[in-house]
């Protein structure tokens, strides 16, 4: 019995095997596995090859995985196209369908050979389940449930839930099909077998992506207004908007354009009310105008790009950590803009909150730079208790204060209390313009020296928050790996193997990229010899910000790649082992 | 809150002193606001001045409302998302021709077809004032610029067709030649529910063309009043909208006499049916509890 | 007699001082004198207070100089507003208005006592020569002819040619007006002479302004199409091109906006053509987008970001160094963009001609980086010999290539043969979506890699260029400079001064901002104990860039501050000795 | 030069896959603009066709033209800077509704007024396909998608009355529905010397509404040439064009019979006085030099 399965599938856009998925990993959910699903498609709209995989386990699951546990083609063709993102290998159990022709031991994976490999006929058993081949995802669940010893109930209790919708013949058929499945499963024990520990069903879970958690934490911190302009891979942030918030009385625009979406999400700032907007690369290059405007206007401001693929239009449905460069320095002028990185479905919730906590706080633009893979992938994790989570509101004028209002006064930390159209005594005028205590335009450069002072150090607290950086592993350790975003979750996993194997080894993953906290990572650099800064990225971005701002050890290197090359955790393990040899040498 | 019962033009004027040049249309602009202000009575701080960059963009520094001299071209869009979060306010934008019409023209579009409460005030002199008297959209064909030293290759800018076209339902232009009807005008663009634009002749003394200053705008302008424009029909507006550029008409071109109702109305609408039994913000993650 | 003079004038809208400015500059120019002017207004469009600063030497003026020996005022109030950048000294000679009333024991200059001080009655010889105040500026060229030794007949001859437009009785009137101010001054000798060596008058000069001599840069470098929208200070690039381009075949659009400046001149590319854009600041960030396009694309562009006060409207009229990050750094997904910065005037047109080579040769996108000061101050400089520069043109498939032509096939050094519309066979479709050898689109994550290696790669050898990075004074001295842009004009006399006090110190300009010349830069600080990286902006943005890349010596500080607030001679100077100080310790 | 002496719509095409959903309107598109290029018989490299982004921009990666598939909304801008710098070529445009009148909506004007000789071409499926269907600007009001669960509350775009208030010498709108039709008004539209517009209602059959499909059109769609309509006349045009969203009228909507000269035109005038007797490059920095 295993504790941790990788399963991955791969058919042609009709046979249905990302919904099979999602009746896996909501079945996971119901009983108590932790559970994590990813999808990949062709580039076709409609139609095209498309395929997902779903890894379970009855403990943590940080990343999707590497080598497919049980790898499932319903043909060749499309299985291939997927390539390095299902991965098989020498343990591998290939099940396949039989009409493909192909024998067990002569499958088109150049140079791997599975651990056991077997045909079976989806196809057919759909066919006399449904009278269609509608029915080959609900036989895949069913061999699934046999071989893997998942829960047959709540997956079948998936498959009712999609059906019902549609009509009661469809349901019945394909509870059939199901048992079909589970049937030749039974009749055909496998050589090794895949049966996964049952998972102690107790607390609730909850199933989401980092999209939907996304919207739900602002609305959480009291966002009242959204506005933005659709883009993959965010587009789901605002369309949860779109169905949520009017019922907390507030409301979304989709906006004409990346610049229009900012520019309505910092008018409702500018009137007193939380705002955020979300997009991906190409709409972060049109906002950066206006996110420099609510940097010397000090208005507080959400913004979040989940990052794919670039540069420009680039690969819309990948992966990527290449846009830390644009978050941190895309302003003309002095700009320090905080830029906070989630790295799981889970934590993106309490980084968002986090991002309107500090916008309030500093009246100040905040990124969240989350990725394609945490924005779209579904995650069963435990519930979040939002009774943990503090909501913090942006210092407003007192009556003493208005009698004498002065928007832009330099206090002892440089935040100034704001007021808002309506309140009697606030009124003043927001301006790009450079501008003096009362909000005066002006180009005398001691002011704009003391101004750019006030907006840049007001930051400074921040650099000491050193509970937005989190060190796992042994402290003392001179093996070191830093990571962020998506890829922590796998040198999370990294760490555990490397530690297991007796590897000296600690990770650090920052939640906040920028301001840098100096202090903490020169803490962390302290007894490392070697290691690695590792993000998906070819410049290798974070590294290069570290650099600007600490003296980073010789021996501790930035590895990094191009995205939609996920890392997997045995190749960081084996890269720690290379270093580990030097450093003890 | 005690107000001054009744308010002055005086009272919607900042102590800033306008940078612009003497004899400058633009404080014209300045003086027929704050008299329709007055007229309408509510208080300074209940109002919100918008505009982009420009020397017309410079005006909301000039009143005692609240003020977003923002960036250029992006008045409209950060007008509707504080209207959208503050319906309660009243908000007022303004900016130049190139302001509204060159950078920001890809905004105006949307603003109009959204039809929130908003009146957008364009001082439009035809030319580049604050950078010093480059083309501007609304710069006639063959017009000599520092930009177009052999004269402009382009047919200029119809801002009260554009808008007209866009569906507006409410389009005027005046001018500082005739303040009390500049201020009748922008009263009552205030007043009316929905999106209001009003094209305002804003000489440039300083850059712009002889034939467009005040003294010349005396002698040419015609009242649409005085031609029987029937301001309730839209083609009638349409093809009175067609001599921008050759004759000067003032007054209101289109009023809709059945206007639809504003974005914010159904917004709020909308809002109503849905607060009813929605879960507190602090339970909104249940809809990802599995049972 | 001095070798070198800073003469600053203000006075109020109306009085000319400016062209008064303009008439000594463009003396100087026919005298053989080296100068430089720069202006400052007030905010007002027209009317409110101007100033200007002329700084004339029989040497090379590198920058307007500190403290001024002649200052001019007509008007107390108005001379006052301009504080630091019209500043009085002890040894200042002050030439002023006698209707201010003022005794010349009581100026209201606090703290400073001039060594001289003249009230002369300016206005009223100005109202003897010509029956109003319109004279002014004349009185005061005739002061400044008759006190300081400037030619005569040069001045005469401005004022002639200015006039002249005119009509003939303004020539007479203002001839009268000079000559009473020279008569005054031979009048009144002065207690502290300022007279001016004569300059040995031979070769011709030439007289121009740093946008200017871009825009004549970019046309003589086979530019062919300009498209950009006004903005301050860049403005003037673009008016050039409407007086000259049409002359060679061109065409220039004033476009839109920022954003459709920068897409036409990117059509214009793809159509084969040199092409140009020109901003300031928010521009930039607007054309951000487009930008990555062109470097994924691969595109030849030249994009001048000519830098004013930020962040956002931030100081329009006023220099600063802050954009370094965004002309480096903005734009999403894995970006390197080459970065070039002028020093001074001339060598403006170096580095314009240098950006659209690098541009051709590479297929990508280049930044200039000039700054308000450069861009709109007027300086006689040494006529440059355009047969000393090279032309390069982009690399075009030959017939053989043509025959199986792939756009961004795979080469040694990354750069691949570019064809464009209207050449048979080269036939292909750029995209900003990733794209394999053929240019067809991919979500491949190998293309991807390799991809992003061709694009950044193929940028190495201008790692190497050792030419775009000067270094001057003892190149073995434990004290350094670095600086870069208008500032680096203040460091090189700074190094001057310091060397002839005996100080051992060198200094590095870089006019290729980015990428980073690692080589130069490790060699330069081997020797270093102690110095300055010299930036007018308030983060010290090429200092961090820097550390991004090579190991800055400790001892090497970020010496930073805001725009507006100008770096002098002496006070680098002084900033030196200190570190001598401990650097010796 | 050899080129096949006349060439065929297959001479057009490239022999990249088109992704599109099958049954995508896209593809009736893709084949009228094929053959109307072949009817005109400029050779496939004399021809760039400049788009943005979206299903439908994916278009020129179709044809065996040059081609420039850019980023959203930009499409315009790069083909104008294109045509200028190479007149003689033939520059198409293409995009979707959402490129054209949403994110790219503030350049429409311009190139309008600019009026060189370009063909654009927007294939108005009334909502955003590429992202997977949410509103697009000509989505109908009340319109339901994933960011309109409750319907949409704004009032659509109207292309063909935009670009007619713009000032366009030539527009026209068809549907894949009619080949026929759709392939001649392309061909005209390429013909016609100037700034001509065609919207063709392409339908989206993945996430387009039911009856906004080929089927429908067939049978809803009217020829303004079956309702004697007068395409000389620029009233009549406008009042058609108001029409969009209730009626689909196929056709020409406004020819302008006296059509001014095209940018390029008045360009190379400029140019060819200019050029006589201008300094050589080498030279230019004459200008600056002092005797
Ligand atoms: C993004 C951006 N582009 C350009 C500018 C420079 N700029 C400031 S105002 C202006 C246009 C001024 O003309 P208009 O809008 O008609 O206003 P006016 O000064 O004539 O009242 C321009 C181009 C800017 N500030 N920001
Ligand atoms: C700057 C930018 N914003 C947003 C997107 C995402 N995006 C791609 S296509 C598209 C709109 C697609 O709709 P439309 O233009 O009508 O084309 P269609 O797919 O319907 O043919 C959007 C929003 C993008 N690629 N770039
Ligand atoms: S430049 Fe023109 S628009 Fe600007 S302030 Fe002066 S007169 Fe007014
Ligand atoms: S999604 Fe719609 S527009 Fe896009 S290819 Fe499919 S059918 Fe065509
Ligand atoms: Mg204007
Ligand atoms: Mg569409």
Partial sequence: MVEDLVIGMAGSGGDGIVSAGESLISACAAMGYHAMMTKSFGSQIRGG?????????????????????????????????????LPVGDDTLVLYEAKTGVAPDALPLDGVTPAEAVAVPIADMARTATGSDKGKSSVVLGLLAGWCGIGR????????????????????????????????????????????????AGEPRML????????????FAGCDFFSGYPIT?????????TREIWKYGGAVLQAEDEIAGIGAALGASFGGKKAMTATSGPGMSLKTEIMGLASIAELPLVVVDVQRGGP?????????????????????GDVVR?????????????????AFNIAEQFQTPVVVLSDQEIAQRKEVIEVIDTARFQVVERQRPDAAELARYERFRLTANGVSPVSHPGMQGGNYVGAGIEHDEHGDPTANGR?????????????????????????EGDPSAPLALVSWGSTAGVCREALDLATAQGLRVKLLVPYLLYPVNERVYRGFFATVQAGLVVEQSYLGQLYRVLRMMVDVPAGLESFCRSGANPFRPAEIVRELQLRAGKESR | MSLPPNLTPQDFKSDLKPIWC????????????????AAIGRPPHEIAFISGIGCSSRIPGYTAAYGFNSVHGRALPIAQGLKLARPELLVLVAGGDGDGFSIGGGHVPHAVRRNDDLTYIVMDNQIYGLTKGQLSPTSPQGLHTVTSGYGSLESPVNPLLYVLAYGAPFVAQGTPADMPGLTAMIEEAIRFPGFAFVNVRSPCVTYGEADQQIKIHKTVMRRLEDLDHDPGNRIQALEKAETYGQALLTGIFYRNPAPRPTLGAVVRERQQQLMAGAAPRDRILDMFVQH
Avoid at chain 1, 312 to 332: C, L, N, W, Y
Avoid at chain 1, 338 to 354: H, K, M, Q, Y
């Fill in chain 1, 447 to 471: 002011v704009h020296q003391r101004m750019n002072e006030k907006r840049l150090h007001k930051l400074d607290p921040l650099r000491e928050r050193d509970d937005l950086l989190r060190i």
């Fill in chain 1, 338 to 354: 905080p830029v906070l990185a989630p790295t799981c479905v889970s934590d993106t919730f309490e980084v968002t909150v986090e």
């Fill in chain 1, 233 to 241: 891979p965010s587009t789901e942030v605002m369309q949860l908007f």
């Fill in chain 1, 153 to 200: 109930d709540a997956i079948l209790a998936g498959i009712r839930k999609k059906f019902a919708k549609k009509d009661e013949r469809l349901v019945e058929a394909n509870e059939k099909a199901f048992a079909l499945g589970v049937q030749y499963a039974e009749a055909h024990p496998l050589a090794t077998p895949r049966t996964i520990e049952p998972a102690v």
């Fill in chain 1, 49 to 85: 090859e498309s395929s997902c995989r779903v890894r379970m386990a009855t403990g943590a699951v940080r990343n999707p995985g590497g080598t497919l546990d049980v790898a499932v083609a319903l043909n060749w063709e499309d299985f291939l196209k997927f390539g390095a993102e």
């Fill in chain 1, 208 to 219: 989401t992506d980092g999209n939907d958690i996304c919207a739900a934490a602002a609305i």
């Fill in chain 2, 22 to 37: 003497p004899g400058c249309g633009d404080f014209g602009v300045l003086q027929a606001i704050c008299r329709a202000l």
């Fill in chain 1, 312 to 332: 420009s239009t680039g690969m819309p449905t990948k992966p990527e950590q290449s846009d830390v460069f644009q978050a941190i320095f895309s302003a003309h």
